[in-house]
C-alpha cells in the first residue's frame, strides 16, 4: 500500500449521460492556489445617515486553481489494460482530449446536447417549419464537475480556461503526446443554490462535496490554532 499513487481527476456529471470521468495520467507537479477576497456587502442607509462596515461581506472568498497536466499514448499502451491501451494504439490521447474539452460546453439544462438542439433549430428552419418549440434554442448551462484532489480536497468547479500544447502526432495524425493547461473557479453553495432546483441531485451532490472540504479545512486551522498558541505562549508578555 505505500507505493500507492492517488491520482487528481475531474469528473463531469451531466443531466442524463454517463459521468465524463477524466483521471489524471501524471499529477501536476506544481499547482497555484488563487483566492480573492468576497464582495463587500452594501453600506446599510437610514434617514439621516449611510453607514457601512468595512469588514462585512455579501458570501464566501473566491477561489481557483490552475495547473498543468500531460498525457501521453506511448505509456498508457506500455502500462494500461487491453481495452485502454487499444484506444490509445488507435487514436491517441485524442479521446483524452476530447473528455477536457467538453468540459467547456455546456448543454440546455434539461440533459439535452446545446449543439443537438441549435442543430435540430437551423434543421427546422432550412426545412421551413415553424414549430417555436423546436427552433427556439433553450438557456445553456454548465454541467457539474467535481475537482478532486485527494480524499481531502473535492470541490465543485467551472472550467473557465483550457489550453492544449499537442507535441507529438503518430502516422495517421492523432496527437499521441500533449499538455493541457486548466483554470478551474470554485462554484460557492451561493452559486450552486441559484443554479439548481431543489430537487437536483446533482446540484446537492457539488454543494456537499463544497462543504465537505470546507469542514476538513476548518478541523485542519484548529490544528493549527492549538499549535500556533503553545508555540508563543513564551512569547508574551508577563501580566502585571
Same mark, same amino acid.
Given at each position: 500500500?505505500?507505493?500507492?499513487?492517488?491520482?487528481?481527476?475531474? #469528473?463531469?456529471?451531466?443531466?442524463?449521460? #454517463?459521468?465524463? #470521468?477524466?483521471?489524471?495520467?501524471?499529477? !501536476? *507537479? +506544481?499547482?497555484?492556489? +488563487?483566492?480573492? =477576497?468576497?464582495? !463587500?456587502?452594501?453600506?446599510?442607509?437610514?434617514?439621516?445617515?449611510?453607514?457601512?462596515? !468595512?469588514?462585512?461581506?455579501?458570501?464566501?472568498?473566491?477561489?481557483?486553481?490552475?495547473?498543468?497536466?500531460?498525457?501521453?499514448?506511448?505509456?498508457?499502451?506500455?502500462?494500461?489494460?487491453?481495452?485502454?491501451?487499444?484506444?490509445?494504439?488507435?487514436?491517441?490521447?485524442?479521446?483524452?482530449?476530447?473528455?477536457?474539452?467538453?468540459?467547456?460546453?455546456?448543454?440546455?439544462?434539461?440533459?439535452?446536447?446545446?449543439?443537438?438542439? #441549435?442543430?435540430?433549430?437551423?434543421?427546422?428552419?432550412?426545412?421551413?417549419? =415553424?414549430?417555436?418549440?423546436?427552433? +427556439?434554442?433553450?438557456?445553456?448551462?454548465? !454541467?457539474?464537475?467535481?475537482?478532486?484532489?485527494?480524499?481531502?480536497?473535492?470541490?465543485?468547479?467551472?472550467?473557465?480556461?483550457?489550453?492544449? +500544447?499537442?507535441?507529438?502526432?503518430?502516422?495517421?495524425?492523432?496527437?499521441?503526446?500533449? *499538455?493541457?493547461?486548466?483554470?478551474?473557479?470554485?462554484?460557492?453553495?451561493?452559486?450552486?443554490?441559484?443554479?439548481?432546483?431543489?430537487?437536483?441531485?446533482?446540484?446537492?451532490?457539488?454543494?456537499?462535496?463544497?462543504?465537505?472540504?470546507?469542514?476538513?479545512?476548518?478541523?485542519?486551522?484548529?490544528?493549527?490554532?492549538?499549535?500556533?498558541? =503553545?508555540?508563543?505562549?513564551?512569547?508574551?508578555?508577563?501580566?502585571?
Amino acid at each position: 500500500m505505500s507505493g500507492l499513487v492517488v491520482k487528481g481527476a475531474l #469528473v463531469e456529471y451531466p443531466q442524463t449521460r #454517463v459521468p465524463n #470521468v477524466i483521471i489524471f495520467q501524471y499529477n !501536476p *507537479e +506544481t499547482m497555484t492556489h +488563487t483566492w480573492t =477576497q468576497p464582495e !463587500p456587502a452594501p453600506a446599510s442607509k437610514t434617514a439621516a445617515t449611510e453607514t457601512s462596515n !468595512p469588514l462585512a461581506v455579501k458570501g464566501m472568498p473566491g477561489e481557483s486553481f490552475s495547473f498543468t497536466i500531460a498525457m501521453d499514448a506511448n505509456d498508457t499502451i506500455a502500462d494500461a489494460t487491453p481495452p485502454e491501451a487499444t484506444l490509445a494504439r488507435e487514436s491517441g490521447i485524442y479521446s483524452r482530449l476530447a473528455a477536457l474539452e467538453l468540459l467547456l460546453y455546456p448543454s440546455t439544462g434539461t440533459g439535452t446536447s446545446l449543439t443537438g438542439t #441549435v442543430s435540430a433549430a437551423i434543421a427546422d428552419s432550412l426545412s421551413g417549419k =415553424q414549430s417555436k418549440a423546436k427552433s +427556439t434554442v433553450p438557456q445553456a448551462v454548465m !454541467p457539474v464537475t467535481l475537482f478532486i484532489w485527494g480524499s481531502d480536497r473535492i470541490v465543485p468547479v467551472r472550467v473557465t480556461g483550457l489550453t492544449i +500544447t499537442e507535441k507529438l502526432y503518430d502516422s495517421t495524425l492523432n496527437p499521441i503526446h500533449a *499538455e493541457a493547461q486548466l483554470t478551474l473557479r470554485v462554484l460557492t453553495p451561493a452559486e450552486l443554490a441559484s443554479a439548481q432546483s431543489d430537487n437536483d441531485a446533482l446540484g446537492q451532490l457539488a454543494e456537499t462535496a463544497y462543504l465537505y472540504t470546507l469542514g476538513l479545512r476548518e478541523q485542519l486551522a484548529a490544528k493549527n490554532r492549538v499549535n500556533g498558541s =503553545q508555540s508563543t505562549i513564551g512569547t508574551l508578555p508577563p501580566e502585571n
